[in-house]
Nanobody, 122 residues
């Protein structure tokens, strides 16, 4: 089984920056795609970004494009989400997930982390 552990969440001000980390371990060889999702209270889980371990190809949701950047460090088995120019609407629990195919659909991801809270205040 694949284990994913997020870290780096916290409280930041509007316009500030934060970097989330996702450490992966276990049988990750069949999961080439890593994604970040977020979920605010009363809302559905929303795709944020994804990256492939092998080629490093990235894809970002329109809502975060130009502000957030996903990246991976293969040597450390870690995926990052750099969040800049944060807005109040970015407040949510952020989840790291692993999939076998390039997808934005939560149900197509096989493994999930526990989530980390990001709160953006004014």
């Amino acid at each position: 089984q694949v284990k994913l552990v997020e870290s780096g969440g916290g409280l930041v001000q509007v316009g500030g920056s934060l970097r989330l980390s996702c450490a992966a371990s276990g049988r990750t060889f069949s999961s080439d795609y890593m994604g970040w999702f977020r979920q605010a209270p009363g809302k559905e889980r929303e795709f944020v970004a994804r990256v492939s371990w092998n080629a490093g190809i990235t894809y970002h949701a329109d809502s975060v494009k130009g502000r957030f950047t996903i990246s991976r460090d293969n040597a450390e088995n870690t995926v990052y989400l750099q969040m800049n120019n944060l807005k109040a609407e970015d407040t949510a629990v952020y989840y790291c997930a692993a999939a076998r195919i390039p997808t934005t659909t939560p149900t197509r991801y096989d493994y999930w982390g526990q989530g980390t809270q990001v709160t953006v205040s004014s």
